[in-house]
């Protein structure tokens, strides 16, 4: 099975280019089903204490790292959006100095003056990412889904059509996030989360998750 490209979706489903983006021509609805409304939501939160209890020294022990390496505090907090367009306060571990701009563009290599000598191990290895297990525990995100959208990003420019992202929680990992095209900029790969909102599957959320821990083995960023 394919994850990326035009090829990837199902029968019906067209794509069209608005601006430098490509979107589905024809309407698409969110799945609903026994899975996504139960055993999903239910599995995230399951996992999420498990996966916490078991990596909770590695967190503690980041944390005090945290604070022997950098003034500032453990966790970094940001405002994004989530399931129909509800407002959260997403978490992970501080690895940026805190006179760094907190709706600033993201780095773009491990030599960015921002990041920290700590933040940088933290990023290269995703452990920064481990306090997104309160966000699912919370009921704020999905392990898999669209990527949280910052609140500024939506508030200046989103259009109708990319709010569509809102039908789902977002996720620490998605169908985009998995595809050659997570080197673009989300809005201009629109297609990928929608095919995941009108197609979400226990098969499919598998094959992502699989190729999540592929990526993140052969990452050379960070």
Do not use: C
């Not at 009921?139 to 990319?162: A, C, H, N, Q, W």
Request: net charge positive; hydrophobic share 40%; charged share 25%.
């Amino acid at each position: 099975m394919k994850l990326s490209g035009p090829e990837y979706f199902g029968s019906g489903e067209t794509l069209v280019k608005e601006g430098n983006a490509a979107v589905l021509e024809q309407p698409y609805s969110q799945r609903v089903d026994g899975y996504t409304d139960v055993m999903k939501p239910l599995a995230d939160f399951v996992i999420a204490i498990l996966l916490l209890l078991i990596t909770l020294p590695v967190m503690l022990l980041s944390a005090m790292l945290i604070k022997l390496d950098s003034k500032g505090p453990v966790i970094f907090k940001q405002e994004r959006y989530g399931k129909n367009g509800a407002k959260f306060n997403i978490y992970k571990f501080r690895t940026m100095r805190t006179d760094a701009p907190i709706y600033g563009l993201s780095p773009t290599n491990s030599h960015d003056p921002r990041i920290t000598r700590l933040g940088r191990i933290l990023r290269k290895t995703s452990l920064d990412e481990l306090p997104q297990l309160l966000n699912i525990i919370k009921g704020d995100m999905s392990f898999i889904g669209p990527r949280p959208e910052m609140k500024r990003i939506v508030e200046e420019s989103y259009t109708d059509l990319e709010r569509r992202r809102f039908l789902v929680k977002p996720g620490i990992t998605g169908l985009w996030q998995v595809s050659e095209a997570r080197k673009e900029p989300i809005h201009h790969n629109l297609q990928y989360d929608f095919h995941y909102i009108s197609n979400v599957s226990l098969k499919m959320d598998i094959i992502i998750i699989f190729k999540t821990i592929g990526v993140m083995i052969k990452s050379n960023t960070f």
